[in-house]
């Protein structure tokens, strides 16, 4: 709608006290919504957008990329030019009509076709051969569980990717050492991938409709261990959310933050979680308001990765991935005090307090069992709505703790589909 009038709010309406705030309505914007009433806005003609398989320039590679930066169509890094024939290879690795839809992506109201996935996977640089990633990728952004039409909200969160499956192996995707760092193509390209189709796609464009306040760029996908998981026993997270552990499985999950909870020390799980508690409480702040009703309830996921060896001295001690998540549950928690400073005072999340959203009976009882100020509630509602992953250096003790940003990029996950042919073409390309 370019032509719909729009009326100011001048400044930001927190930064303000009562009197500012009441002269800025009174004297600007209210008159400017009596003067949008009464005046009819000229009419503003929306651009003509290609089709789908239309040729949209022709040139050098100097040349396309300049045009497509232009356009808004790259993230201001090369892209590789989507010809019509490197699309056609990454279209002979699904069966699906190149036409369908995958879903209607906000807030562009996109229909996210197979050949727009195709065509975007082209230009981030990936493969043919991980277009059945692409696919469920974006299967799982057009999920209204997951939430897309938030990706462009202040806190200017990212995505997650998590990889489960035999696929990891069979494309070669880094799950060792360097786990979140790019250089390895699979990881990095996909990764890339997925934020050109919030561009591309969904119509996220910075100063426009991504409304980030400090952003972060894409994440390289996460590839679990899977190795390491079946020599300890422990469920990988395809099982953990509803697949077959021989699943080849997408997950995406939206992060606020993380960082590294380095050079954990212990031979025992006692040991070593005390200091992974405090990190993963220590990572989140403000994102509590999505447990105890301030945006939401219930729907905070943390996640912690731990690297391989964390998990076989734990296993080693009889400990299960639940066994850890009881840990966080009952050690990672927040005064109460603290919880409702943030919900009443910092970020203006209103619940009134914990005692009351326990007494509607919209919190549990573990957030209310004292009127104690400093007694300790947990971050979650169960100790399920933990993640623990397991991927990174082998031989390193370091751990790495992600807050989330909640409902507005809720855990998604999806089946990967091969072709009939997958190991056959597979097997092809590794000679």
């Not at 949209?56 to 396309?64: H, N």
């Not at 897309?148 to 499956?165: D, F, K, M």
């Not at 702040?285 to 391989?308: C, N, Q």
């Not at 971050?379 to 990174?392: A, I, T």
């Amino acid at each position: 709608m370019p032509n719909l009038p729009v009326a100011m709010i001048v400044g930001h309406p927190g930064a303000q006290n009562a009197e500012e705030l009441s002269r800025n309505v009174k004297e600007v914007t209210a008159q400017q919504v009596i003067d949008n009433l009464l005046i009819q806005p000229a009419e503003t003609p929306l651009p003509v957008e290609p089709a789908a398989r239309d040729i949209v320039f022709r040139g050098t590679f100097e040349d396309v990329n300049a045009h497509f930066y232009e356009k808004l169509w790259s993230d201001g890094l090369p892209i590789v030019p989507p010809t019509m024939a490197k699309i056609k290879e990454f279209l002979s690795y699904t069966s699906r009509d190149p036409d369908e839809s995958l879903g209607i992506l906000l807030p562009e109201h996109r229909a996210a076709t197979i050949w727009a996935t195709a065509v975007n996977g082209v230009m981030a640089g990936c493969r043919p051969e991980y277009m059945p990633i692409l696919i469920a990728l974006i299967e799982a952004m057009a999920d209204p569980m997951y939430g897309v039409e938030h990706s462009g909200n202040t806190p200017g969160a990212e995505t997650l990717i998590i990889l489960n499956g035999p696929i990891i192996k069979d494309l070669g995707f880094n799950y060792e050492q360097g786990a979140l760092r790019d250089g390895f193509m699979p990881n990095t390209s996909v990764g890339r991938f997925w934020r050109l189709a919030l561009r591309n796609m969904a119509g996220f464009l910075p100063h426009r409709t991504d409304k980030g306040t400090f952003g972060n760029t894409f994440r390289v996908v996460l590839a679990e261990n899977e190795d390491a998981l079946a020599r300890i026993g422990w469920q990988p997270n395809n099982v953990e959310m509803g697949f077959a552990a021989k699943d080849n499985t997408v997950t995406v999950t939206r992060m606020t933050g993380g960082g590294v909870l380095a050079s954990v020390t212990g031979s025992k799980p006692e040991e070593m979680m005390p200091y992974l508690a405090d990190g993963v409480v220590k990572q989140s702040g403000w994102e509590i308001v999505f447990t105890v009703g301030g945006l939401a309830f219930g729907t905070l996921r943390p996640v912690l990765v731990l690297s391989p060896i964390l998990a076989e001295t734990m296993a080693k001690a009889g400990w299960s991935k639940n066994d850890v998540k009881r840990y966080l549950y009952d050690h990672a928690r927040m005064p109460a005090s603290r919880v409702e400073t943030f919900t009443e005072k910092w970020v203006d999340f209103r619940i009134g307090s914990l005692k009351l959203q326990a007494n509607l009976g919209k919190l549990p009882k573990a957030f209310n069992e004292s009127d104690d100020p400093d007694r300790l509630v947990p971050m979650v509602l169960d100790p399920d709505d933990f993640m623990v992953l397991v991927s990174g250096d082998p031989l390193r003790t370091n751990a790495y703790a992600f807050s989330h940003n909640g409902y507005l990029g809720f855990p998604t996950a999806k089946k990967i589909q091969l072709p009939a042919d997958w190991k056959e073409r597979i097997g092809k390309l590794r000679k």
